[in-house]
């Protein structure tokens, strides 16, 4: 985002620095403020049930601050990592989306992975989901693949999710009760269960409702539903401490669940509460081709315009 547009749009922003908003439909959190400021972020959840799930989707290697050395952005990934397990229940479930470079030693996820393994939370999957679109060269594989990593703390429940494909391989046969029966006849759905590779889901262009433009990292509303659905029950609440496009507030309230959320930037955390906001709305979950703050910009443009002040003064 370009300085001039930040500062257009940061006026129509209702949250600073270390500001809440509270929904009061729905008990949701939005708070703007920086995901290692452990007063602030603590803060958040001092009036809510303890967290069950957490799921988390920095910026892979703080481009968007500045340059930082791979060690100093473990550290930096380390304070918020605490930060979280000090939010959670006993028993919870923490998801992290993270980039791997292939143009650059697959940083960031293997210091992430090793900085993990004394954080308290045990490993229980690496998850990839498969991107429709991707970048490489013709003397590379195509890189089409988003890293999501699974941890636990304690002993948190698991509820078994279906995608929407289709079974079709036939042949695994073991005898059941005496009699000897085929895959299929054992399933309890006519549809596959998501493994570990997520290819059933569309990752997010513009051409989508659920695109928010200016959110490049914006994760699919079906992605997160299916984390929350899997590793939360219905009214939990649910931590997210790098808000961006507001996926995991809207999943939350699309699915009965209380979100409590946050970004360092207030236009994030606007685009957050404006996301819930036009979804109850319009039952819409994005705004595709157009963007959050179209109607205030529209209207100044009306305003420079019958003052005879051309739009782009």
Known sequence: MSPDVYAILLPYCRLGTGDVWQDPLSGHVVGCGDATDTEFALSLVKNTARPTLAVHDPPYNLVAFERRSIDEYAVWCRKWIDITRDMLSEDSSLYVWLGADQRNQFQPLPQFMLMMADTGFEARSFITMRNQRGYGTQSNWMAVRQELLY????????????????????????????????????????FIRPGNVWVD????????????????????????????????????TVVDLFAHSGTALL?????????????IDPIFAEVSIRRLERFRETGKTGWQRG???????DEKKRIDLSSGVGAEA
């Open 201 to 236: 889901i569309q990752q997010v262009f513009y051409r989508m409702e659920e695109n928010v433009n200016g959110c490049f990292a914006q994760k699919p509303l079906k992605a997160i539903e299916r984390i929350i659905e899997a590793s939360s029950k219905p009214g939990d």
């Open 251 to 263: 999943a939350c309230e699309r699915t009965g669940r209380r979100c409590v959320t946050m970004d």
């Open 151 to 190: 941890y636990t703390k304690g002993r948190p429940g698991f509820e078994v999710r279906y995608t929407d494909i289709p079974k079709i391989l036939r042949g695994y046969y073991k005898e059941v009760g005496g009699t000897v029966t085929e895959n299929q006849e054992r399933s309890r759905s006519e």
């Open 291 to 297: 963007h959050p703050f179209e109607r205030e910009l």
